[in-house]
């Protein structure tokens, strides 16, 4: 079945960094585009990073560019989130989503259990 | 940014309530906007995406309309697993954007 696997989470202090990653399985990985959506504790959804399928387009929210970067290794099948210079509000569960699209997005059809990041 | 405002951000309804939330786009004409449901401790589950097309396996009971800036969210006839916080996004333009959530609780 179509399944992403999220692991590098763990508890890192205020300026460290950390690298995230996502297995997928069960679908043409180098297809789609992919994301990394993050969730606070008891907060909303939020956007973090995009990567189209040919990882020649990225796009980032304001609050993590120049501090977080995504890639992918199609090869592997496996998407990456390397994020420094962390903050405290950067404590959030981190999210591995598939898009549905390719080029252009069009919704986020199947998500990973996510991963656990504390900054303290 | 396109900003997106859900109501009610919360709501409390019986089993067999006909819910309706709101989402509404601070500007744009928005053509790709999905809706997902998100129980505690799991992650978000796609239910609804371009406004209106209902994603494989989703029970017919929810429903998504509108156009432009204002969309909707229906579910026809409340189940106990229906009870979950819903979220909108719009994925027309970066970045994406999420609404602040709307939690469904029972009556």
């Known amino acids: 079945q179509v399944q992403l696997v999220e692991s590098g989470g763990g508890v890192v202090q205020p300026g460290g960094s950390l690298r995230l990653s996502c297995a997928g399985s069960?679908?043409?990985?180098?297809?789609?585009?992919l994301h990394w959506v993050r969730q606070a504790p008891g907060k909303g959804l939020e956007w973090v990073a995009s990567?189209?399928?040919?990882?020649?387009?990225?796009h980032y929210a304001d609050s993590v560019k120049g501090r977080f970067s995504i890639s992918r290794d199609n090869s592997r099948n496996t998407l990456n989130l390397q994020m420094s210079s962390l903050r405290a509000e950067d404590t959030a569960i981190y999210y591995c989503v598939k898009d549905q699209g390719t080029k252009y997005s069009l919704c986020m059809d199947v998500w990973g259990n996510g991963t656990t990041v504390t900054v303290s | 940014d396109i900003q997106l405002t859900q109501s009610p951000s919360f709501l409390s309804a019986s089993v067999g309530d006909r819910v309706t939330i709101t989402c509404r786009a601070s500007?744009?004409?928005?053509?790709?906007l999905a809706w997902y449901q998100q129980k505690p401790g799991k992650a978000p589950k796609l239910l609804i995406y371009a406004a209106s097309t209902l994603q494989s396996g989703v029970p017919s009971r929810f429903s998504g309309s509108g156009s432009g800036t204002e969309f909707t969210l229906t579910i026809s006839r409340l189940q106990p697993e229906d009870f979950a916080t819903y979220y909108c996004q719009q994925l027309n333009n970066f970045p994406l954007t999420f609404g602040g959530g709307t939690k469904v609780e029972i009556k």
């Open positions: 069960g679908f043409a990985f180098r297809t789609y585009i």
């Open positions: 500007q744009g004409f928005i053509t790709y």
């Open positions: 990567i189209r399928f040919d990882g020649n387009t990225k």
